[in-house]
């Protein structure tokens, strides 16, 4: 009896025993599991680009015939290394500077349409590509023009998605003003998204109209510019879109041009050229975006213009 009560105290203890080592070896590896997984939350690391953008600040063109240079400047990342790149073919390769100041000089044929756009590569292997674009657009040669004539200005200008263009050089030899107010082009996508921009000598607030209606006003901002962004609002078709400068004294200024709204293209397929519509006092350029949809640039001539007749 004694024997058999001896085996049941030792078999309890063992039991209890296995137990406690059970329970230790269960609390263990649960403290280990979630060590681990606190530090691999803490050492996952979040790649921060801070990066300085690569932006175009000056663009000027000179030269004559196949001798025509362009000239870029901007700033960048110091001491990066830029890729500059014509309808996505690799064109130059450059660094900018410890400040991070660059310039490049380019030779350019008359008759080719460029698209420059800068791929950035910084320290780590990481690339950026910058979110502006060059356009560099020439008149079409007349078949019908005198050889000793000299050819018009090719229409220049940087765009990027979601702002105003800027337009650097245009073939119409100005844009439509009307004293201190000059209407600059008009941006706008598939979806009725439109941006008017300008530029103003004087301070006041600028009213937009399509037709008769007024539509918005802005503030003219620093350095004279203004614009005002806009979602789906124009409708399709043409009509007047017009900007009034007004003053506390009353209108100042107004510039009208004739407007057009261009049905979506049917045209699927994939180009870094742009598809240019170019009528005598108004060109409208449309650019695919990286992410889909399509966004277009209306720029227009000045009222004494002259006109510019491209042969189909």
Known sequence: MKSRLFWMIATGMAL????????????????????????????ETTVETGFVPVIFRTISEYGTGFDTQLRLSGTSEPEAVLILLNQNERLRQIRADEEGTWNVDIRVDPSETMVLEIVMFVEGGLNVRGDETVFRIPVPPSETADDGVESQAALIMVCAPGGPTRIVQTPFGGSPTDGPLTMGPIDYDDSGGVIFSGTTEEEGRVRIFAGPQAIGETRVGAGGRWNFIAGNMLPMGEYEIAAELIKSDGVKARVSVPFERLAPSKNTEVSSLPDIRYEPFRWQVRRQLLGGGAQYTAIFAPQDAEAIIVEE
């Not at 025993?17 to 939350?41: K, N």
Request: proline share 0%; glycine share 4%; net charge negative.
């Open 16 to 43: 209890a025993f296995l137990l406690l080592v059970a329970v230790q070896a269960t609390s263990f590896f649960s403290r280990a599991s979630g060590e681990d997984s606190q530090e691999a939350v803490v050492t």
